[in-house]
């Protein structure tokens, strides 16, 4: 199982140095210990009298949890324990936390800190014991954008090429926003590398509005317009999706700008 052998780190855009903080062990093992991101729950189901097991499919292991100590030499005052537990804990969303480790490769964990715990040398603090409770299996690489504007598209169409970083072995579905032109009409996406698909909005008969700005989480296939309309019917269902390694896009339409924004993942802690 990896450990972090880093010693700073970064919670909710605040670097521990503000507090002369720092991540430490008080034990000979490696700082990581909990749920890594590698393992997978099989589903399989028996029939009678068959020795093999017919396989269903496989489901990613709860989500990432670690356990996270880090304090200082000189003892925390009860002024100061007030201020760092109003930044770490209880927070009332996913933030995002940042070990800086050069393995991590700037990656984060989006998670809340739960369970703290202060440690102390007869009557005064020195440290903070807490579990990392985490949004997914994974951390996430630093953000990629995909993006281009009216001046991209002079030939009604913009070519790139996308190389999804991800170690998860699955379909990667990004976040996209989009603004369309001052004729409205269509956007189509093709991903020449997944066998062409094609993810189109404003299908015949049913065009975008002028100006109109959408809103599209591939991922958990939630879709919102600035219009206030629902625009699934607009839509043919073809999530945008890529593929672990190279994906060719075409994106072509009557637009104003577009961004594709893919959050990569990281398996951590094996």
């Not at 990613?60 to 324990?81: C, H, N």
């Not at 936390?97 to 040398?121: E, M, R, V």
């Not at 991800?166 to 990004?174: K, R």
């Not at 190279?246 to 951590?268: D, Y």
Request: hydrophobic content about 35%; proline content about 4%.
């Amino acid at each position: 199982m990896a450990s972090f052998y880093a010693y700073d780190f970064i919670f909710d855009s605040t670097p521990s140095q503000n507090f002369d903080l720092k991540i430490i062990s008080f034990d000979d093992g490696g700082l990581f210990s909990g749920t890594g991101s590698s393992d997978v729950n099989i589903i399989t189901q028996r029939v009678l009298r068959k020795s093999k097991p017919y396989y269903l499919g496989r489901t990613q292991e709860p989500v990432l949890q670690f356990t996270l100590t880090f304090g200082r030499k000189s003892a925390i005052d009860a002024y100061e324990t007030d201020v760092i537990s109003k930044w770490l804990f209880g927070r009332s969303e996913y933030k995002e936390l940042y070990i800086l480790q050069d393995d991590l490769a700037g990656s984060h964990f989006n998670c809340f800190l739960t369970k703290p715990k202060k440690l102390s040398i007869g009557n005064l603090q020195y440290a903070f014991e807490c579990t990392v409770i985490c949004d997914s299996p994974f951390a996430y690489l630093p953000q990629t954008t995909i993006s281009g504007s009216y001046t991209d598209l002079t030939d009604l169409e913009y070519n790139t090429t996308f190389y999804n970083r991800s170690s998860e072995d699955e379909y990667l579905y990004p976040q996209l926003d989009f603004k369309m032109g001052t004729s409205g009409s269509t956007i189509s996406i093709v991903n020449a590398t997944d066998n062409n698909r094609t993810f189109i909005f404003g299908l015949s008969g049913s065009p975008l509005l002028a100006d109109e700005e959408i809103s599209v989480n591939n991922d958990l296939q939630i879709i919102t317009s600035s219009t206030e309309l629902r625009r699934l019917s607009h839509f043919n269902k073809n999530w945008l999706r890529f593929l672990p390694g190279i994906n060719e896009l075409s994106v072509s339409g009557s637009l104003a700008w577009f961004q594709i924004s893919p959050e990569e993942r990281l398996k951590v802690g094996g």
